[in-house]
């Protein structure tokens, strides 16, 4: 007879699951995993704990003058000494959560933390506290508020001040230097805001530019085909009518089918290439975008007249591929673009600070693609980069393709989908 199967344990995630929800994580689980909505996090920037975001910690530094007010006072005692040091404890507890905790509970946690730094100066005999308060008030309000709440709590504790008798002199170096701290930090609060709502706005126009364009390229398209298939599906209804009854009329609506659909597909051909087709000035507004939001300075291009179609086209597609490279590879911080015009040669030499080290044996699909559209209209292509002292990419055109493009160009054109692609790695390693 066999023995009855044992009850199933709970399984590990489940019985885990059922712990998270009887103990709720300890504070010092908190502090070792910030929410993901803290202060320190949203005021580093990048979603993300990064060297930014550990200022709140380096900032501890300062809480020297606590642990040196006891030894430095017209009187020591140990009672004073043992109380000072023990109130550090519950200072680190609102202080770092404050940072580091969701952002729903800062405005308490601060409140709680500047009730406590004026209770506790009377005793410690150091005004560090009242420091660290003055600045986290200046987060999550706007800054007439900010302003405001830090004038009463001036005002709070300058009062203190006066009933404790305290020297003035000494109440208005902490008041002023309270002050000249908290404006610092509401100065950076704001310039991160407006740099946010930049951000926002850079966003937002490359949107609607987007949607425009598509909107543009819809209506193009609806106008340049609607007419025409209309056209051939009355031709072609007309043929058939007329198969039976009149072999020559209805051979002559299929020759005249014939002529509109190949009008057609020219038209769509150079359609596709205007859409395809980015100009250079546009393509800068857009590299320089892309560069700065990465932190690396870019050197424009000074306008030297109008350029043929193709070879604006040509350059702007590779400034384009070149520009992805340095934003993924390059590991650059400036990036000089120039562009000269000599009889009969136009070039364009994009330089940056990076890495450098492109094996001239073993280039990318997207400086492979650089030098098949450039010599499709009889170009070429320089690369200099020696490792260490960043890369040099020399794009060469002749002026006079415009009217002598080469079968390569025509073919190009014809078939838009066997491009090379746009955004490939120029640095590789090796």
């Not at 990048?46 to 530094?61: E, Y």
């Not at 930090?185 to 706005?201: E, P, S, V, Y």
Request: glycine residues 6%; contains cysteine; positive net charge.
């Amino acid at each position: 007879m066999s023995r009855p199967a044992p009850a199933l344990a709970p399984a590990h995630g489940d019985r885990q699951h059922h712990d998270d929800l009887l103990v709720p994580p300890s504070m010092l689980e908190r502090l070792l995993k910030p929410h993901p909505n803290c202060l320190a996090i949203v005021i580093g920037r990048g979603g993300r704990l990064s060297s930014n975001s550990w200022f709140p910690v380096i900032n501890l530094v300062w809480l020297f003058w606590v642990f040196a007010a006891p030894w430095f006072g017209n009187s020591f005692k140990w009672s004073q000494l043992l109380i000072t040091y023990a109130s550090v404890l519950p200072f680190l507890w609102l202080y770092l959560s404050a940072w580091y905790r969701d952002r729903r509970h800062l405005q308490r946690l601060t409140a709680a933390l500047a009730a406590f730094a004026l209770i506790s100066v009377p005793v410690i005999q150091s005004w560090s506290y009242i420091i660290y308060a003055s600045v986290l008030l200046m987060y999550e309000r706007p800054p007439r508020t900010a302003l405001m709440l830090l004038g009463a709590y001036m005002a709070a504790f300058v009062a203190l001040s006066l009933v404790n008798g305290w020297p003035l002199l000494g109440t208005g170096g902490a008041v002023l230097t309270c002050a000249a701290i908290s404006l610092i930090n509401l100065f950076f609060i704001i310039d991160a805001r407006h740099d946010h709502a930049l951000r926002l706005t850079q966003a937002e126009v490359r949107r609607l530019a987007a949607s425009a364009e598509r909107e543009r390229i819809g209506r193009d398209l609806h106008d340049l085909l609607g007419h025409t298939l209309s056209l051939i599906a009355i031709k072609s209804e007309l043929a058939d009518r007329l198969f039976e009854r009149d072999p020559v009329a209805a051979r002559r609506e299929l020759r005249e089918l014939h002529t509109v659909a190949r009008d057609s597909l020219a038209q769509v051909r150079t359609a596709v290439t205007g859409i395809r087709a980015t100009g250079l000035a546009a393509e800068q507004v857009s590299a320089r975008l892309l560069l700065e939001s990465s932190n690396v300075a870019l050197s424009g291009i000074e306008p030297i007249g109008p350029l043929p179609a193709e070879i604006d086209a040509a350059l702007a597609m590779c400034l384009r591929e070149a520009v992805t490279n340095i934003h993924r590879h390059a590991n650059a911080r400036q990036v000089q673009l120039e562009l000269r015009q000599e009889p009969g040669l136009i070039e364009l030499r994009v330089t940056d600070d990076g890495c450098g080290g492109v094996d001239p044996r073993r280039y990318g699909n997207g400086l492979q693609g650089m030098q098949q559209r450039l010599a499709a209209l009889g170009g070429s292509l320089v690369v200099e980069s020696p490792a260490g002292r960043g890369t040099t990419l020399r794009l060469r055109l002749p002026q006079a393709q415009q009217a002598a493009a080469s079968p390569q160009a025509r073919a190009s054109d014809a078939a838009p989908m066997q491009e090379p692609a746009a955004a490939v790695i120029a640095h590789e390693p090796g």
